[in-house]
């Protein structure tokens, strides 16, 4: 028996090892005291909300009932049409800790988020300054574990990779694809840290911790205006600077649930996946001029094996293709079932999903690259910056 399609699968088996390697270990928040500092640092929590009704309560509702002891939490409303400002203004009646402000109007050459979180950082009081989402959920010990790690490690801006809710059937198909996606690029938090070149620097915008002096260091969120990743943009500005940055580990203690349809989904990753990687890719130019090929290849490559599978109950390839694609195929189906019990906490099953994961992510990309520079987000069209 020829050992020639074993051999061929072997890449399927490569990629998952080298993967897992490098999201190996990296800092915890687990690992500093869940009590919070001697003397804390004010810390306001600015959380930008546009059209945001139906997530607004219970985000701002996990950072009030923090085990931190000295919190601002400002909410801007960034124009919203469905009732976030008037929900969150009923919770600051409750509860004299929460400020809502409206931001102001939009001015052409800034992203809407980045406008509201200057927005709010220009009403913050606190020396610490902490931007979330709003699609998030806070543990009571994140903040006092945060603001310990930035202490102890003397941290300029901290960011934290939280669980991802995956609920519907679409978020729990196509998110891990996207995720997997992105330890291929970057690794898990121990390799972005150790990486000494800027572009391998990125954020969680879901949770970004700055001193009030570092901000000010970086320009804020002025300096990030235009572009479309301003969390990654954010970090790989501080670090450029000399900054120490650090991402650490937060699952047990922030979690973010980021869409809830297959049309949010599209949308969503449509803004990010393909105009954010360009701040992102190595090699300068050529590397952006082939980034493209490196987004579709790896979902291509996962797609290959079971397309080869059907193409051989059909009669349309030899028993070696065959052979080579059922291999590569049961590798794949490993690779996701770990993917989905050990780090989605999800039933393996879905395993067997991953080909339409993987088609979906193919369509984001493809209509992504045909934007190009143009991004729309909630109603609202941009032009990514480029420097």
């Known amino acids: 028996m020829s050992l020639t399609p074993y051999l061929a699968a072997l890449p399927w088996l490569a990629v998952p090892v080298v993967i897992a390697w490098r999201m190996r270990g990296g800092p915890s928040l687990d690992r500093v005291p869940a009590a ?20 607004i309560a219970r985000c701002a509702h996990s950072v009030l009932a923090s085990a931190y002891p000295a919190l601002e939490v400002v909410v801007v409303n960034d124009r919203s049409e469905d009732g976030t400002g008037i929900i969150a203004r009923e919770l600051a ?13 939009l001015p052409p050459d800034w992203f809407g988020k980045q406008w509201a979180c200057a927005a709010g950082a220009a009403e913050a009081r606190g020396s610490v300054l902490c931007f979330t989402d709003a699609d998030t959920v806070h543990g009571r010990e994140l903040l006092p574990r945060a603001v310990s790690e930035m202490r102890e490690r003397s941290l300029d801006l901290l960011t934290v990779a939280g669980r991802q809710e995956m609920v519907g059937f679409w978020e729990r198909v196509v998110q891990p694809q996207v995720f997997t996606l992105l330890a291929l690029r970057y690794g898990g938090p121990r390799a972005v840290n150790r990486s000494r070149r800027v572009v391998d620097k990125i954020a969680n915008g879901q949770l970004l911790l700055f001193t009030r002096q570092a901000y000010d260091a970086v320009g804020g969120h002025a300096a990030v205006r235009g572009k479309v ?5 954010l970090a790989q500005r501080a670090f450029a600077l000399g900054l120490r940055t650090e991402v650490a580990l937060g699952v047990r203690h922030l979690t973010t649930r980021m869409y809830t349809t297959l049309g949010e989904i599209v949308r969503g990753w449509m803004k990010n996946i393909y105009a954010g990687a360009h701040d992102a890719t ?30 051989a109950a059909l009669g349309l390839v030899g028993s070696g293709v065959a052979m080579w694609a059922l291999t590569a195929t049961v590798v794949s189906l490993a690779w996701w079932a770990l ?3 050990g780090g989605a906490r999800l039933s393996p099953a879905y395993a067997f999903a991953y080909p339409l994961g993987a088609l979906v992510v193919v369509y984001i990309i493809v209509r992504a690259v045909a934007r190009g520079e143009r991004v729309e987000w909630k109603g609202r069209e941009y032009v990514v910056a480029r420097e």
């Open 36 to 55: 919070p500092p001697a003397d804390p640092p004010l810390v306001s929590v600015i959380i930008p909300a546009r059209d945001e009704a139906r997530n």
């Open 93 to 105: 009646r409750r509860d004299a800790r929460l400020r809502v402000i409206d931001a102001p109007l």
């Open 229 to 233: 990743a301003e969390d990654l943009a």
């Open 282 to 311: 190595p090699l300068g130019a050529p590397g952006r001029a082939l980034l493209p090929l490196m987004l579709l290849a790896p979902m291509l490559a996962m797609l290959a094996p079971p397309v080869a599978l059907v193409l």
């Open 339 to 341: 993917v989905y019990v």
